[in-house]
């Protein structure tokens, strides 16, 4: 799993600074369950914003387990905006600018599943849009079909 390196105790108080796989637990569980890193960190037990950044750029599964506990933390989030929508002890313009926010973020954290859908074509889950006209020719005059083949050979590079 991850890589350990047991916490050393002093009787120095201040936040921890070294790697632990209990703390890395913690803090993988609350991010899935929607909270944000910073609010996390905001604990005393548990070490600063900045400290923790350094753990998943220094550990790659903690890292790794950290981004995937983020987008699922988004589904979570999501879950918050139905329950302060139900919730009728709320301001209807308290509850807007609640739920504004969650998915505004959980549209940012997780565009795939919760953003807006922009198709742009030649991309892998977009193919490029084709427009087809179908033009029926067949009560143009001779002279029209004439006009027209010129036209398109113009349009295709032929003169």
């Known amino acids: 799993m991850m890589e350990t390196t047991v916490s050393a105790t002093s009787s120095k108080m201040g936040r921890p600074t070294i790697f632990s796989e209990e703390l890395a637990a913690e803090i993988i569980e609350r991010l899935a369950g929607g909270e944000p890193l910073k609010k996390i960190c905001d604990d005393e037990h548990m070490p600063a ?4 950044l350094r753990w998943q750029q220094r550990h790659e599964d903690f890292g790794s387990l950290s981004a995937r506990a983020k987008m699922d933390g988004t589904h979570a989030l999501a879950d918050e905006c139905l329950a302060i929508s139900d919730d009728p002890g709320l301001d209807p313009a308290d509850k807007r600018v609640r739920i504004d926010t969650r998915i505004r ?11 807006d859908k922009v198709a742009i074509g030649g991309d892998a889950d977009a193919p ?21 083949s010129a036209a398109l050979g113009k349009a295709v590079g032929k003169d």
């Open 128 to 148: 490029p849009i084709r427009t087809t006209t179908q033009l029926d020719v067949s009560n143009l005059s001779l002279d029209e079909l004439d006009v027209l």
């Open 49 to 52: 914003y900045v400290t923790v």
């Open 105 to 115: 973020l959980i549209g940012k954290w997780n565009s795939k599943f919760y953003g």
